[in-house]
């Protein structure tokens, strides 16, 4: 029902209250009113029919009819015993047993000396009639009239009183229904306006002129200012927030406490073989591994995952994850695959190099032992190596072989065995070591200290140890006569 019916219906039903309830105490108040003064019109008439009884007892029921005929009201004489004496309703002859009447109200009131009055149905006429009773005659003068008149005077007032409700009820309703419509009009318009405002958009405000209205409406436009400037804040925070999240290289997913997925990045998207405009099923059911959905369904039991490393088609990822405050989770899954393969590169490499150093590494050491074993003569001419000439190791000035160490009994150490043609001394290790000058490149700054160490502690007092510590400092410093070449051609054996 609407406003304006709600409206007019308790309008006119608390008109037709209104006039019933004065229609009511109308009538009362008129029906007392006329019964009074109607009491009292028969209260003379009982006083005149007092002066008027004759002394003679036998006269009473003659005169008694006669002056109801003429007053047109009901006549009773009744003695202080109560017996009726004379009654106008009764012919002039003897008065048959008529029951007594002192214990009617007005008799015993008008007994003591005062008017008595009531009304009730008679019954010896069978009528409603006014009793009023008052001192007098043989006891008590009793006049009793019919309320005709006044139920045909209250009558007509009622009627009157009647047409002037209903044409009262009648204004009143349509007095209603404008009041009605000049006020729901405004209130429909506030609801449209609240409508609008609920879907976005502009809404249109009304004027009512009504104080009270006019202050709602004022109240709901500074909520829709309101309203306004903080869906802005909020469509600025999310899309913010959208921007932080797609541009993150780390898969997120949000659910709700149902399992629906709220947001998902294109980077989870990507991970799990998702188009950026597929439609994803909800978090239980994202996984199609096995330990994947057992996180799932730890997370959105409550519990918390951190760094969980799982395997999903061919990816090796890491999963965090949180349950929300509100029901659901956040998923995070890092994908580890390039850093996976790096480390297994990284893991190729070092054993290659290691493979690679062991060969040159073994060499070194092979002829800084020999530095430190083979002592050189003190007659023995020092050599040097002429970068121009290439001169190779196999052969001495003067075209001797270079050999002669080892012909006079002074064997090689087990590492020397590499280069059997090197010439003993210090000149040696410079000249075998620069066929390996790339290897030794690489590895220089961490052995070339502790070789050098090695040869000043146990060698420093033996004949030529100086000389083979200098070459040893040429070779790894790069300075000297003994250096070793920065381009480097395949040496002649």
Known sequence: MSFVRRLVLGSILILVLTVGILFWLAERSLRQDLVADFARGLESEARLVREALPADTTKWQVTVRRLAAQAGHRITLIGRDGWVRADSDFPSGGLPPIENHGNRPEVMVALRGQRGMDSRRSETVGRQLLY????????????????????????????????????????????????????????????SAARAIADGAPPRFPRSGIPDIDSLIHALREMHRQLADRFADLRREQSESAALVESMVEGVIAADGRGHILT??????????????????????????????????????????????????????????????????????????????????????????????????????????????????????????????????????????????????????????????????????????????????????????????????????????????????????????????????????
């Open 132 to 191: 009023v009773a008052i001192p007098g005659g043989p006891g008590v003068v009793r006049i009793a009239a019919g309320l005709d008149q006044v139920d045909q005077v209250v009558s007509r007032a009622q009627q009157a009183v009647a047409g002037a409700a209903l044409l009262s009820l009648l204004i009143g309703s349509v007095l209603a229904l404008a009041a009605g419509r000049s006020i729901a009009k405004p209130l429909v318009e506030i609801g």
């Open 264 to 493: 998902a990045n294109d980077a989870a998207r990507r991970m799990l073989g998702y188009g950026p405009a597929d439609e994803l099923p909800d978090l239980p059911e994202l996984f199609r591994v096995k330990a994947a959905r057992e996180v799932v369904h730890a997370v959105m039991g409550g519990k918390t995952i951190q760094d969980s490393e799982l395997e999903l088609d061919q990816r090796v990822v890491l999963v965090n994850a949180r349950p929300l405050p509100t029901g659901g989770a956040v998923v995070v899954i890092h994908d580890l695959t390039d850093l996976r393969r790096l480390e297994a590169m990284r893991r190729d490499f070092v054993a290659n190099v290691s493979h690679e150093l062991k060969t040159p590494l073994t060499s070194i050491s092979g002829y800084a032992e020999t530095v430190l074993t083979d002592a050189p003569d003190a007659d023995d001419p020092p050599i040097s190596y002429d970068d121009s000439r290439e001169r190779t190791p196999d052969a001495a000035p003067g075209g001797q072989p270079a050999g002669s160490g080892a012909a006079r009994g002074r064997p090689l150490a087990a590492g020397a065995g590499a280069d059997r043609n090197c010439r003993r001394g210090g000149g040696s290790v410079g000249l075998v070591a620069r066929g390996h000058s790339s290897t030794i490149n690489r590895v220089q700054t961490r052995h070339s200290r502790e070789c050098r160490d090695r040869v000043r502690r146990r060698r420093c007092g033996a004949p030529g140890a100086h000389q083979s510590v200098r070459q040893l400092d040429s070779l790894y410093t790069g300075r000297g006569p003994h250096r070793l070449p920065q381009r480097h051609g395949r040496q002649r054996r």
